[in-house]
């Protein structure tokens, strides 16, 4: 019986954001979410009980390098920004490129790791001395543990930094449906899907030019991806090295990384009508970051390999660091503001539209 109550307040409290919303949303996206009502049937994050949940979550949370603050005031720290600070494609976009905000994430951010290590770090929830797998495996340590997600920004870097977002499966995930694809799929699918929207919320004009009010990725496309999935997670390594560009446009921003802001929403990219409109998976804000204040960390055997390429990449950036900026000079290439107009309960959008001759491979 308790199952069932918490199954019924859960779908009571979804049918209420659906129709308190109702005014910003279209009758056709509101029909989509409820659509789904029939199947978010929660397993508390693996089944267990409330308070084993709590004390997993809490101690994901809290045990990382830097501290879980509030999105407002979350300097050397992280937070989980609001969903409708990012723009996504709407119930019609196919027809009206026409976006929408956000609205909530499909999972539950449950922590941030800012580490740095001797060689690129990869494959962290397979490595055992991981925090996250050493907490999972310490409070679940017999099966049934919960579904983690893990998105790791592996920084092109001397040290090696990555920023790393934890986010929880809540809800049973329905079959046949884009996540569930997702999941299934094979890489190509998964290149083709995964979307990274960034806002940089606080700093320096030079890397708001460089970078946009809102850049859209579909990460697999622009850079190299690596995923691992297993039983009770499943990660996405990002090597943000793997290209010049990305890779110039991240050296130029970590120099003022102590001055930034910044929102990061990870998409599943919708490409059909009966997959919109998109939702979020989960965001992550981190502010004025630190470099003293990541968290030294082992390497895995599975990063030695890359350790080579790695520092021959830093050289190699810091020698045109500087030569970069001429991309922001007032004569050339301008990021375009040809899209975002505002049009009914949205934006209307062009996917192909920043910075087309400079930096070809992120979308808006």
């Avoid at 019986?1 to 307040?9: E, P, S």
């Avoid at 969903?83 to 609205?103: A, C, E, H, N, W």
């Avoid at 460089?210 to 390594?237: H, M, P, W």
Wanted: glycine residues 8%; neutral net charge.
């Amino acid at each position: 019986m308790l199952f069932q109550a918490n199954h019924v307040d859960k779908r009571k409290s979804h049918v209420s954001w659906v129709w308190k919303d109702m005014p910003k949303r279209s009758i056709p996206e509101v029909a989509f979410r409820l659509r789904l009502l029939p199947n978010k049937i929660s397993y508390h994050m693996a089944g267990a009980g409330h308070k084993s949940e709590l004390e997993w979550v809490e101690r994901v949370k809290s045990e990382g390098a830097v501290p879980l603050l509030e999105p407002d005031n979350c300097l050397n720290g992280w937070a989980s920004p609001p969903g409708d600070k990012f723009m996504v494609r709407g119930p019609q976009y196919l027809s009206t490129r026409v976006k929408i905000p956000g609205g909530e994430y499909l999972l539950k951010p449950i922590g941030f790791d800012w580490i740095k290590s001797s060689t690129k770090i990869g494959e962290i929830m397979n490595n055992p001395n991981s925090r996250v797998r050493k907490v999972i495996e310490e409070e679940y340590p017999k099966g049934n543990k919960p579904f983690v997600w893990a998105f790791n920004l592996q920084v092109p870097s001397k040290e090696n930094y990555s920023a790393v977002a934890y986010f929880a499966a809540t809800d049973s995930i329905p079959e046949g449906s884009l996540m569930d694809q997702f999941l299934k799929g094979d890489d190509g699918f998964r290149n083709s899907r995964l979307k990274l929207i960034a806002n940089i919320v606080k700093g320096p004009w030079i890397v708001r030019k460089a970078v946009g009010e809102q850049a859209i990725c579909v990460i697999g496309r622009t850079l190299s991806c690596k995923y691992c999935l297993a039983d009770n997670f499943f990660e996405v390594d990002v090597d943000i090295g793997s290209s010049m560009v990305a890779s110039a446009i991240v050296h130029l921003a970590f120099g003022y990384i102590t001055t930034l802001t910044v929102d990061l929403a990870f998409v599943i990219e919708s490409q059909t009508q009966s997959e919109l409109p998109e939702r979020i998976l989960g965001a992550v804000r981190f502010s004025e970051l630190n470099p003293a204040s990541a968290q030294a960390i082992e390497p895995s055997s599975a990063g030695t390999a890359a350790s080579l390429q790695s520092s021959l990449s830093t050289r190699f950036w810091k020698s045109i660091g500087q030569g970069f900026t001429h991309i922001l000079h007032p004569g050339a290439q301008e990021s375009s503001s040809r899209s975002g107009s505002v049009h009914g309960n949205g934006t209307v959008d062009h996917e192909d539209s920043i910075k087309e001759d400079s930096i070809k491979d992120i979308k808006n």
